[in-house]
């Protein structure tokens, strides 16, 4: 039986670990956590809307379901000439038939960036923003910001949706609890017009929800520094803020760094459209593959990293590795998969949005999308656990 290590337990990861094993590949999965994280419903649990056990499901209920190793331990250095890869606790694994990295990416470093917490951070900040936010419900009154930042060197490992659903549900419950007048709320971008890349008309209808739901917008001024009460842009100006929730930009995961793999400008893995990572130097290793937040996407200016693209380029692999090993040459490609395609929950409602190279829509479903978005929540956990059957390419 060939074999395949695979790094990182989200989307990516895990995905790669389910098809590998359909095939009957011996597969080896590290994770750094021991459950995998459904990022996008995490957002309802700074409002109390999920709990955290919710968004959660064991890797090693999911080790049982699928067969695959699971190794709970943080990978702490790559070295892709030998194509050894060394674990915090000592430990290096080598000579696979074939390796996957699929550890996500990490996040631009902001003075100050301590001050704030974010929503697509590590799983437990999710936790403290609902702690900040309950002192200020407790407390009856307050400043809170939300935002998001950029990365110049790489447009598409931004992520502003979550803002903005954090930003609405929180008012949502401010408002449910009918101290929504007591608070402001501010929405801040460094780029003037945040949430772009959804298209024109869904940065319309965002102009107008911000209107409708009186919350202030402060765009376009770049970020200077992050203090404990307030926000503090290049001009010296202030914005006060009793509480910040601050999504920093992806950049390339910090272990890539030093490893010799190909990158682009920002630290994500090189790869071509089948998700072989590229090197230059014919002497290196050409099994190593990379999928999910920790490659550079190419393509269209608008292109995000998400969680359907990572899926979709793990079930690739997956089919990619064993066209290979039966010496076949029919490698599908990740990049005519290309998409933005979300549910952005608003507390008591939701929008759909999609783009791609011909269309970019933005199509508001009051009450009935927020509970599509959690029923899609329960659909990820129990279909991942093979309790119900797999919807082909969800
Ligand atoms: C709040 C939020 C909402 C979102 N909503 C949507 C949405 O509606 N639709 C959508 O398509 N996408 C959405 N996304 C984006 C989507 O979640 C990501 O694109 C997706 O998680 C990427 O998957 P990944 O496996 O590449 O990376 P990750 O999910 O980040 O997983 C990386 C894994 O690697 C592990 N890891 C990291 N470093 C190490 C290490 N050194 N050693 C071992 N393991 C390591 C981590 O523990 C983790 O298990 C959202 C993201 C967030 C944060």
Not at 82 to 106: C, F, I, Q, R, W
Not at 186 to 196: D, I, S, V, Y
Not at 256 to 271: D, H, Q, R, Y
Not at 291 to 317: C, F, P, S, T, Y
Request: glycine share 8%; with cysteine; charged share 25%.
């Amino acid at each position: 039986m060939k074999t395949v290590l695979i790094i990182g337990g989200g989307f990516a990861g895990l995905e790669a670990a389910i098809f590998l094993r359909k095939s009957n590949y011996d597969v080896t999965l590290v994770s750094e956590r021991d459950y995998f994280f459904i990022y996008p419903t995490s957002i309802w649990i700074p409002t109390r809307e999920q709990e955290f056990s919710d968004v959660c499901i064991d890797l090693k209920k999911l080790q049982k379901v699928h067969g695959f190793k699971l190794v709970v331990d943080a990978l702490q250095k790559i070295d892709a000439k030998e194509n050894s890869y060394t674990l915090n606790s000592g430990a290096v694994l080598k000579d696979y038939d074939h390796v996957v990295l699929a550890m996500g990416a990490s996040k631009m470093k902001h003075k100050g960036i301590k001050n704030t917490l974010s929503i697509c951070g590590a799983p437990e900040q999710s936790l403290q923003i609902r702690d900040s936010i309950d002192a200020l419900i407790e407390k009856g009154s307050g400043k809170i910001c939300f935002g998001f930042g950029g990365n110049p060197k790489d447009t598409s490992a931004v992520r502003g949706g979550p803002a903005f659903e954090l930003l609405f549900n929180t008012h949502h419950l401010l408002k449910k609890k009918g101290i929504r007048d007591n608070f402001e709320l501010t929405f801040f971008a460094p780029m003037p017009e945040p949430g772009k890349r959804m298209g024109t008309k869904a940065l319309k209808m965002m102009a107008v929800f911000f209107e409708k739901l009186d919350i202030k917008q402060h765009f376009g001024k770049k970020i200077k520094a992050f203090e404990n009460d307030s926000i503090i842009f290049e001009d010296d100006s202030k914005l006060a803020s009793d509480f910040t929730m601050f999504i920093a930009a992806g950049n390339g995961h910090d272990v890539v760094k030093e490893s010799g793999l190909p990158t682009n400008e920002a630290g994500f893995i090189k790869i071509n459209d089948h998700c072989n990572v590229v090197f230059d130097d014919p002497q290196m290793p050409t099994n190593i593959y990379a999928i999910g937040d920790v490659a550079a996407l190419q393509g269209a200016d608008w292109r995000a990293k998400q969680g359907h693209v990572a899926e979709v380029m793990a079930r690739n692999v997956a089919f990619n590795i064993d066209q290979k090993d039966k010496g076949l040459s029919l490698f599908k490609g990740y990049q005519e998969h290309l998409n933005i395609l979300c549910v952005m929950d608003s507390g008591n409602g939701a929008s759909f949005i999609y783009r791609d190279d011909k269309r970019a829509l933005m199509v508001p479903l009051p009450f009935i999308g927020h509970w599509l978005k959690k029923g899609w929540g329960k659909y990820c956990k129990l279909s991942k656990l093979n309790k119900i059957p797999r919807i082909p390419g969800i």
